[in-house]
């Protein structure tokens, strides 16, 4: 696991949804939880809402113990960047499409604000 100090952060909104596999992968759910604002919304689990990225880091943290995040085959979409907001969507493997709301904060890194992964 990485420490907080050691821990990557997105410097582009592009950057957040390979951290997110990287975070995955690695295990590392408190940095799957740097990646969103604290009070962020995520559309999981099916037909609910999780708030904070502490309750959203579980919620995945259960999610993946059942299985892996689809890295291979996914496709990063354009991002839509406006001012201090931009729009990351991922193409799954398995057709899936996610979409996500990024904020550019206060110390110039990104954090998504809003996650629907379509899961």
């Known amino acids: 696991m990485t420490t907080d100090e050691a821990r990557e952060t997105a410097a ?20 799957l939880a740097s990646l969103y604002e604290p009070d962020a919304v995520l559309a999981l689990p099916p037909g609910e809402q999780t708030r904070g990225n502490t309750a959203i880091a579980e919620v995945f943290r259960q999610v993946f113990t059942e299985r892996t995040p689809g890295g291979e085959g996914s496709q990063l979409q354009p991002v839509l960047l406006s001012g201090d907001l ?34």
Request: net charge neutral; proline share 7%; hydrophobic share 40%.
């Open 12 to 31: 582009t909104p592009a950057d957040i949804p390979r951290l997110f596999v990287q975070f995955v992968q690695a295990g590392d759910y408190a940095g």
């Open 86 to 119: 931009a729009l990351t969507s991922t193409r799954m493997s398995d057709g899936r499409v996610t979409a996500e709301i990024a904020r550019r904060q206060p110390d110039g890194s990104w954090r998504w604000a809003i996650d629907n992964p379509s899961m």
